[in-house]
T-cell receptor, first 121, second 108 residues
Framework: EVQLVESGGGLVQPGGSLRLSCAAS????????MSWVRQAPGKGLEWVAN??????????VDSVKGRFTISRDNAKNSLFLQMNILTAEDTAVYHC????FGHGCGYFDLWGRGTLVTVSS | DIVMTQSPATLSVSPGERVTLSCRAS??????LAWYQQKPGQAPRVLIY???TRATGVAARFSGSGSGTEFTLSISSLQSEDFAVYHC??????????FGRGTKVEIK
């Protein structure tokens, strides 16, 4: 089955760190760009970060630059998001998503259900 | 960044009715717009890309139209499984992708 399954969310104090993981299955993970997209309570979706197949390109939304790092392990079909210096504004459900790259593309064509990150003291 | 504005925020509809959702961009997108459906506790799924192309497996009752800054998602005859939140997303502004705040379609 083609799917993405996130893990690693939880409750963390402001200023703390958390590492999210995403396990991919059912498709050739190493040939796709991958992304993280989050949704804060009561708000819309927000793209967080993208990474290309060979890790030579990474992009971040301005609000997480310098604090979050996206990475991947193609041998283990896994995507990661290292989140540091967390604030209440980072509280959200974090979705792993497959990014469709190339002519005619630019959207997210496969999503996971997400993992909840709550930043609170 | 390109700001995406969806309207209305909530739409109360009866099964069988036709539904039209709106998405407006702060700058021209050409046709680089996607629509997603999200049900509670589930992963979002892409419905439409390129403003009007249905994704694989999407029912024919879903259609997208528009270009530039004004876009529409239509559902010709709302089914019970269509009650959900619908999001639009622009991908014209590399490398920044932005979404609207969503429109919730609820049972009237």
């Amino acid at each position: 089955e083609v799917q993405l399954v996130e893990s690693g969310g939880g409750l963390v104090q402001p200023g703390g760190s958390l590492r999210l993981s995403c396990a991919a299955s059912g498709f050739a993970f190493s040939t796709y760009w991958m992304s993280w997209v989050r949704q804060a309570p009561g708000k819309g979706l927000e793209w967080v970060a993208n990474i290309n197949q060979d890790v030579s390109e990474k992009y971040y939304v301005d609000s997480v630059k310098g604090r979050f790092t996206i990475s991947r392990d193609n041998a283990k079909n896994s995507l990661f998001l290292q989140m540091n210096i967390l604030t209440a504004e980072d509280t959200a459900v974090y979705h792993c998503a497959r990014y469709c790259f190339g002519h005619g593309c630019g959207y997210f064509d496969l999503w996971g259900r997400g993992t909840l990150v709550t930043v609170s003291s | 960044d390109i700001v995406m504005t969806q309207s209305p925020a909530t739409l109360s509809v009866s099964p069988g009715e036709r539904v039209t959702l709106s998405c407006r961009a702060s700058q021209s997108l050409s046709s680089k717009l996607a629509w997603y459906q999200q049900k509670p506790g589930q992963a979002p799924r892409v419905l439409i890309y390129g403003a009007s192309t249905r994704a694989t497996g999407v029912a024919a009752r879903f259609s997208g139209s528009g270009s530039g800054t004004e876009f529409t998602l239509s559902i010709s005859s709302l089914q019970s499984e269509d009650f959900a939140v619908y999001h639009c997303q622009q991908y014209n502004d590399w490398p920044t992708w932005t979404f609207g705040r969503g429109t919730k379609v609820e049972i009237k």
